[in-house]
């Protein structure tokens, strides 16, 4: 079955400029989650989104970045005014997640931006 | 605060061999699952083995499995016969049952299987 997609797959841009990051989870799942990975680092949590509740934002580095999702699906991850230290593979990931139990996170395969 | 600790930023085995990649944490919580997760080069993150902190057996699957020492907080992988298809980069990471919102992942381990 299709699992996590996003779009693009490598993204270069100018410093200063936007940029969007798309995100197709999993159909079904209700969990959706963006991960940013820099070189060399470990993942750092951006942004949760479960079913309609208030999207957990406490990982957004900066008021640059904001994140949506409509209709409980597709997700958007909106860098603003770029700079170059934002430099790094976005992951996006989806849960099925039901009620307090833990179900596995799938991973997309990331998107690669760069800021020259 | 939770926080995932993986000590060993390289390692390498010969092909066939065994290897234990290490994990440690630090929470004050008591509900809460353990993953180790693979990213090869082309970038996906696969999920290898989860375990629950209320399972006291340790999670197998085919010939990688782990070694949780809960009162140690440790929850290391080890990988046996190791093939080719497993060099790529490891990371633990702990998800808290209690708020369920996110997974706090090591900085990960690149393994180099060697042929």
């Known amino acids: 079955g299709a699992g996590v997609s996003q779009s693009p797959s490598n993204k270069v841009t100018e410093k200063g400029k936007d940029v969007e990051l798309r995100c197709d989870p999993i159909s079904g799942h209700t969990a959706l989650y963006w991960y940013r990975q820099s070189l060399g680092q470990g993942l750092e949590f951006l942004i949760y989104?479960?079913?309609?509740?208030?999207?957990?934002k406490s990982g957004l580095p900066s008021d640059r970045f904001s994140a949506e999702r409509t209709g409980g699906s597709v997700s958007t991850l909106t860098i603003q005014r770029t700079q170059q230290e934002d430099s790094a593979v976005y992951l996006c990931?989806?849960?099925?997640?039901?009620?307090?139990?833990?179900?596995?996170?799938?991973f997309g395969p990331g998107t690669r931006l760069t800021v020259l | 605060a939770q926080t995932v600790t993986q000590s060993q930023p390289e390692m390498s085995v010969q092909e066939a061999e065994t290897v234990t990649l290490s994990c440690t944490y630090d929470?004050?919580?008591?509900?809460?699952?353990l993953f180790w997760y693979k990213q090869p080069p082309s970038r996906q993150m696969i999920l290898v083995i989860r375990q629950e902190a209320y399972k006291q057996q340790n999670a197998t699957e085919n010939r990688f499995s782990v070694n949780f020492q809960k009162a140690a907080k440790s929850f290391s992988l080890k990988i046996s016969d190791s093939q080719l298809g497993d060099t790529a980069m490891y990371f633990c990471a702990f998800m808290n049952l209690n708020t369920g919102n996110q997974f706090y992942f090591g900085t990960g381990t690149s393994l180099t299987v060697i042929p």
């Open positions: 929470t004050s919580e008591n509900n809460y699952y």
């Open positions: 990931a989806s849960s099925p997640k039901t009620g307090r139990s833990t179900d596995t996170q799938y």
């Open positions: 989104f479960q079913g309609n509740s208030a999207p957990d």
